[in-house]
């Protein structure tokens, strides 16, 4: 892990999302080293969660982008529900890849997450951010990481500012199957 890869990723990330919090830092970069927060046991439910959510998500509401890096890794990529919503990716095609990706047989420990995010946050803790809520965030992290747990919630501020509404995909799946359907062939660009 690469200190300079890490600042880089973080300023990018705090000016895309300057009302990101602690929370937010450690939801991307947890899922990019571990990918979705679970597995996924029932594909209907899952589709139906999709369904759902396409179907109460206003358009204007979603994010401008159709995909990004999860984190300064890029091991794994949100696929946003704009892509479905326009027309570029079918809601089925997304969501066999995010089940596949979700049921990754090769998912690391949390103790191996445990320990990186320990790296990310000194990193953090030097570039002096000023994030709100930044101890109390700090301290539910901890409590999450002492109970063998890794999975969080966006914080409320970047839920409200952001409406987050994507899917996870490993990168490899995502190059393959989804990133060509997404990119212009012209440019490489959504």
Not at 5 to 11: A, P, R, Y
Not at 55 to 71: A, I, K
Not at 149 to 156: E, G, L, T, V
Request: with cysteine; proline share 4%; aromatic share 12%.
């Amino acid at each position: 892990m690469m200190a300079q890869d890490i600042e880089m990723w973080l300023t990018g990330f705090m000016k895309q999302y300057p009302k990101a919090r602690l929370l937010d830092i450690y939801k991307s970069c947890f899922q990019d080293h571990m990918g979705a927060e679970h597995l996924v046991g029932d594909r209907t439910m899952a589709w139906s969660y999709l369904e759902q959510e396409l179907q109460t998500v206003e358009h204007e509401d979603l994010m401008t982008w159709y995909y990004e890096p999860c984190g300064f890794n890029g091991n794994y990529v949100r696929v946003s529900l704009l892509a479905v919503k326009d027309g570029k990716i079918e809601a089925e095609r997304l969501l066999d890849a995010f089940v596949r990706s979700a049921n990754d047989a090769d998912r690391p420990t949390v103790e191996s997450w445990a320990s990186q995010w320990q790296e990310i946050l000194s990193i953090i803790e030097k570039a002096n951010l000023a994030l709100p809520y930044y101890q109390q965030d700090k301290e539910f992290i901890a409590q999450v990481l002492a109970q063998g747990q890794y999975a969080i919630s966006h914080s409320p501020d970047y839920r409200e500012a952001y409406s987050p509404h994507y899917r996870i995909i490993k990168r490899d799946i995502f190059e393959q199957e989804i990133k060509p359907l997404l990119c212009c062939a012209c440019c490489g660009s959504h």
